[in-house]
């Protein structure tokens, strides 16, 4: 460590610097369960407090890493012992809501449920929703441009921010906390900070767009006979929901089965037996009228052979247990561990043809492997699991040429919405050309000179080219 532990002390009180065994037994990582290797961990309590700690940083050159909710995928909390984290799990308050102007104001430490639930006291919704909702943070998910089971309706965190705060790698706060949904003046710089993974900033605070509620939701869990079925129910919700679709989750066998049949950790509503396995959702608000048009979308879905059976959730606690098995990573993990995770996006036509190469690459190169596949598919992106009984760094690579490569060829993308991290680092010329890449270098470079923030992430303090593995 570079920086004073004292210097921070007395900005932030000696019990928001935690050392040794504080910070050993915190867990950094939220697929492996690895502890926190970083050198301190200091918790401002607001904005003024952090830029004070990123002064003192900026002028030891202390680099520093920042965690939020830690549940990000890609490695991006991982911090070395010379790294300082910051964390913003003081920051947490929902400080205020414009009613009229639709808006809720926030620190970025607030958990999105917090926030989710601080809209629907307001008589309004905050849309983002995704499985870690209990624990991701309002800066994890702006800081990573999180998806989540709502883009196809609502899109991602990108669309759900009017404003922000953000405190730079020298300490300056760039308080950009516009509450407008139009502001033209000049560059909007909120975008820097949007999905750059903590490279470009810290954000601290967030003006936050709601939206009016939509209190009935109508979800069924459908079976498909054959992709292009699943292609065609899309567009055929998607057309007779007029707008209302709110979920498009699908699961292939591979996945439905895991977690019912073979783990046994959930009742298959539908039997094993079909290509596909859909979640579809609608939002709407008057019940009745709702109701009746979902069933109707359903229905002619079922007489033009697009799905072969359905179960339409009657209760939300109907609805949990269709939503339970979708979003059941934990058992994911437990049934196929070891296993590496992907999250990529490639255009719905070529999903079919991917995911099936795919498959026969595994079962050629591993005869006992396993892939399983699920997804946000009306927004192009499919989660992959593969498990070949080995997690070391060559097999891994290995893994990693198979779903990455062709990608390229596809015009496809290595992070959908998890980001690169540290993981995916190596692999981001697949999906930006050298000149995106030498920009992205610039902007880090302006912004962050001395590449204190999240040094290793994205594209690797000091390095200024990206391979293709
Ligand atoms: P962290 O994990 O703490 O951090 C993630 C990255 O952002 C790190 O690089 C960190 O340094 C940086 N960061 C955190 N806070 C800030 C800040 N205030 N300012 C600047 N940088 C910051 N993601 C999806 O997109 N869609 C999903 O459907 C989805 N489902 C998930 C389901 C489960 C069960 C789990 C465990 C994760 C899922 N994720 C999903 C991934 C994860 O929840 C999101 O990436 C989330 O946005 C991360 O928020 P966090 O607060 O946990 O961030």
């Not at 992106?381 to 596809?410: F, M, Q």
Request: with cysteine; glycine share 10%.
């Amino acid at each position: 460590m570079h920086i004073s532990l004292d210097a921070l002390r007395r900005i932030v009180g000696s019990s928001n610097v935690l050392t040794g065994e504080d910070v050993s037994a915190r867990q950094a990582d939220w697929m492996t369960g690895a502890a926190c290797r970083a050198g301190a961990i200091v918790r401002p309590a607001d904005t003024d407090e952090l830029s004070r700690v990123m002064q003192a940083c900026h002028a030891a050159r202390q680099p520093v890493v920042t965690h939020g909710g830690l549940t990000g995928l890609v490695h991006g909390g991982d911090a070395q012992p010379d790294e300082l984290v910051v964390s913003l799990e003081r920051m947490t308050a929902i400080e205020a809501l414009d009613e009229v102007g639709c808006t809720l104001t926030v620190q970025a430490g607030a958990p999105l449920q917090r926030v989710q639930e601080a809209a629907v006291e307001a008589g309004l919704q905050f849309p983002l929703d995704l499985g870690a909702r209990g624990s991701c943070t309002i800066g994890g998910n702006i800081a990573t441009n999180a998806g989540g089971i709502r883009v196809i309706r609502y899109g991602m965190m990108r669309q759900q921010v009017l404003g922000l705060e953000a405190v730079l790698a020298d300490g300056t706060v760039i308080s950009s906390l516009n509450r407008m949904l139009k502001n033209n003046a000049g560059f909007d710089l909120k975008q820097l900070f949007i999905g750059s993974e903590g490279t470009l900033g810290i954000v601290t605070r967030a003006v936050l767009r709601l939206q009016p509620p939509t209190p009935d939701e109508q979800t069924a869990l459908v079976a498909c006979p054959s992709f292009d079925a699943l292609t065609g129910l899309l567009a055929h919700m998607s057309k007779s929901l007029g707008g209302s679709l709110g979920a498009f989750e699908v699961m292939w066998q591979n996945h439905y089965r895991l977690l019912t049949e073979t783990s046994g950790r959930h009742t298959p509503p539908i039997a094993v037996e079909h290509p596909f396995y859909v979640i579809v959702a609608s939002l709407g608000s008057e019940a009745e009228r709702h109701g009746e048009q979902f069933n109707h979308a359903l229905e002619t879905a079922l007489e033009r052979e697009l799905i072969v059976d359905a179960v339409v959730a009657h209760s939300q606690t109907q609805r949990d247990a269709l939503w339970a098995i979708r979003e059941d990573i934990e058992g994911l993990i437990q049934t196929l561990a070891p296993l590496f995770t992907f999250d990529v996006s490639l255009p719905i036509a070529a999903m079919s043809a991917y995911t099936g190469q795919l498959e026969r690459a595994v079962e050629r190169c591993w005869p006992q492997g396993r892939l399983v596949v699920f997804g946000h598919l009306g927004d192009g992106n499919l989660h992959i699991s593969v498990s070949v009984g080995s997690a070391d760094p060559d097999t891994r690579h290995a893994v990693e040429r198979l779903v990455y490569e062709p990608l390229a060829e596809l015009g496809g993308s290595v992070s959908a919405e998890h980001g690169i991290g540290t993981e995916k680092r190596p692999w981001l010329g697949i999906s930006r050309s050298a000149e995106e890449i030498r920009l992205m270098h610039t902007l880090k470079h302006a912004l962050d000179p001395l590449g204190l923030l999240n040094r290793h992430k994205v594209l690797g303090h000091g390095s200024t080219t990206t391979s293709t593995g």
